[in-house]
């Protein structure tokens, strides 16, 4: 699952006949991953897997709030759908916080500074990290399992959105540029391309609130986001001149 979104979102402009290049936040073609990116990222989703396992493992033996049956009424649909917030809720929080610990110096030197090898994000940096962040990036999701009741549907689904969104952010490519002012609160591909960029600033994964809330949004943050979407919009109208 993850190894599918990381050719997807590495290749995706070949997939889309080269009507993606316009949508780079940076330079005129995507980032070729390091051979040290591919490495890692091969090592953590071996990580990814294992956990996976301990997990069946866990629902298996009973010691999870993780269930199987599919609801029979209207309200049990909408408690599935409320897990599913809930789950991402509860990694949103444990995201930032986690990333900030990983961001003290001495744990920085060790294991984080792994990841921040990738100054040119690409869809391989996504997970090129020290195996030890990779228990800390998968271990949200036992978490979850053990929080409260959770259909393993609902699991298996916020699972695969945290890897999604995990390899969007690091892919090179803001694909929405003109979202509404009201969904500015929802965090773009630009913020953590940002935060690769400047090591101290950008610590969120879903929401930009944590990050305003905290002072460590990057400062040009907006100002950046409203340049690069005026940027990728003239990308595009030219390139759809030259077609006509």
């Not at 989703?45 to 599919?70: D, H, K, M, R």
Request: glycine share 4%.
């Amino acid at each position: 699952m993850a190894l599918a979104l990381i050719l997807y979102f590495q290749l995706i402009d070949v997939f889309f006949g080269g009507k993606k290049k316009s949508f780079l936040i940076e330079g005129e073609s995507p980032v070729n991953p390091k051979s040290s990116e591919v490495r890692y990222t091969l090592l953590n989703l071996l990580v990814f897997a294992l956990f996976g396992w301990l997990v069946a493992f866990w629902i298996y033996n009973g010691t999870s709030q993780v269930y199987a049956e599919w609801p029979t009424s209207i309200m049990g649909y909408v408690y599935l759908l409320a897990t599913f917030f809930a789950a991402l809720a509860v990694h949103d929080i444990y995201f930032y916080w986690t990333h900030r610990l990983l961001h003290y110096r001495p744990i920085f030197k060790y294991v984080h500074a792994w990841h921040h090898e990738s100054y040119k994000v690409n869809a391989w940096s996504a997970f090129s990290f020290h195996p030890l962040e990779g228990v800390f990036q998968i271990g949200v999701v036992p978490i979850v399992a053990w929080l409260f009741p959770i259909h393993e549907g609902v699991l298996m689904v916020f699972t695969f959105f945290l890897l999604f969104i995990s390899v969007y952010g690091h892919c090179g490519y803001e694909l929405r540029p003109n979202k509404l002012n009201v969904f500015r609160v929802f965090n773009t591909s630009l913020h953590h391309f940002q935060h690769h960029k400047h090591v101290h600033y950008n610590f969120g994964i879903y929401l930009n609130v944590w990050d305003k809330w905290f002072k460590t949004d990057y400062p040009k943050y907006d100002a950046a986001f409203d340049e690069l979407s005026q940027r990728i919009n003239e990308k595009r109208t030219n390139a759809s001149s030259r077609v006509e």
